[in-house]
């Protein structure tokens, strides 16, 4: 695996996105490194292949990194106007499968997927719903495929931080980086997990890499 630096396209030429999306906050001095190194570190951990699954790809920040990778880039996301994040794509020469839907339900074939990777998606969903979605990620990916998952550790500076960009994060995140870490075991038995640290605040974001076995 290569450690990958984000490439980034300008700010204006990103399209269909919503306003909880986190794009704008990428050139801000400090918090935009966090926010920039968190994808890095999810997409350091990919091992590229055929087709890869982006849960919740939103501006379509990773796809320049992920076409590097992959033969085939794919992405399911809640609320994206998906045309419009394609065309933004097309016009750089990457093409991209992309539809709207729930990572409950994946509209893919059993075995489909090299990867799947998700940033900063799964602390959305409620506890209760976090082994079904590690199940539907199994369920589409090939044996020996992987899924990558980042999100955030649950710390009162982190709450804080969110909070001076206009977040209540309790109304956003109902699940934490613990939560996430135990399903996804209770699914894929081994998870190996990486940190970004940030002095003198700690360990501020969690990566998860887990392989699915002949088992899982």
Excluded at 80 to 109: H, M, Q
Aim: net charge negative.
């Amino acid at each position: 695996m290569k450690e990958q630096k984000l490439k980034m396209l300008a700010l204006h030429e990103y399209s269909g996105i919503n306003s909880d999306d986190p794009i704008r906050f990428y050139q801000m001095p400090f918090i935009g490194a966090i926010f920039r190194k968190r994808v890095e570190k999810c997409l350091s951990q990919l091992s590229g292949g055929q087709r890869v699954l982006e849960i919740g790809f939103g501006s379509g920040v990773t796809f320049p990194n992920l076409n590097e990778l992959y033969g085939e880039i794919h992405g399911i996301d809640m609320t994206a106007d998906v045309e419009a994040v394609a065309s933004t794509f097309r016009k750089i020469g990457i093409s991209t499968y992309l539809r709207n839907g729930d990572v409950l339900c994946l509209p893919y074939n059993d075995d489909y997927f090299d990867s799947v990777l998700l940033i900063s998606i799964l602390e959305h969903l409620k506890p209760e719903s976090l082994i079904p979605a590690f199940l539907e990620i199994c369920r589409v990916l090939k044996t020996g495929g992987q899924i990558v998952y980042g999100v955030p550790v649950d710390k009162k500076i982190m709450n804080y931080g969110f909070s001076l960009l206009g977040f209540n994060i309790k109304d956003y995140h109902f699940s934490d980086h613990k939560q996430v870490y135990n399903a996804a075991v209770n699914v894929f038995n081994e998870v190996a997990v990486s940190t970004i640290y940030v002095w003198p605040f700690g360990n501020l974001y969690e990566v998860g890499c887990c392989e699915k076995s002949e088992d899982s």
